[in-house]
């Protein structure tokens, strides 16, 4: 079993920044993608970042490239989301998510076995 925490959510007005955190603890040899995702009411949930544990690249969603980061500290067994340049379309609840997802399907919510609470982040005009 894996357990993830998220934190660091908040307000913030346009333009802003946020780092959101997930500390992971368990099981963490079985993960093979640690990712974000999020969800705005009355939305699907998407991803929006997410990393292979075991080499490879980094990949984003196009709608925050360029403004969000993903990193790890593995010390902590944590992963950050640093968001910057906030706009109101941002708003969501943000989760963290753990799992063996299939290649081709990182961003796909079927891949992950692991979820964390999920942190609201809000962003004003």
Known sequence: QV???ESGGGSVQAGGSLRLACAASGYLNSIKVMAWFRQAPG???????WFSTRGGGTYYADSVKGRFTISQD????????????????????????AGTPSFGYYSSVSGYQFWGQGTQVTVSS
Do not use: F
């Open 3 to 5: 357990q993830l925490v």
């Open 43 to 49: 939305k699907e949930r998407e991803g929006v970042t």
């Open 74 to 97: 593995n010390a902590k067994n944590t992963v950050y989301l640093q968001m910057d340049s906030l706009k109101p379309e941002d708003s969501a609840m943000y989760y963290c998510a």
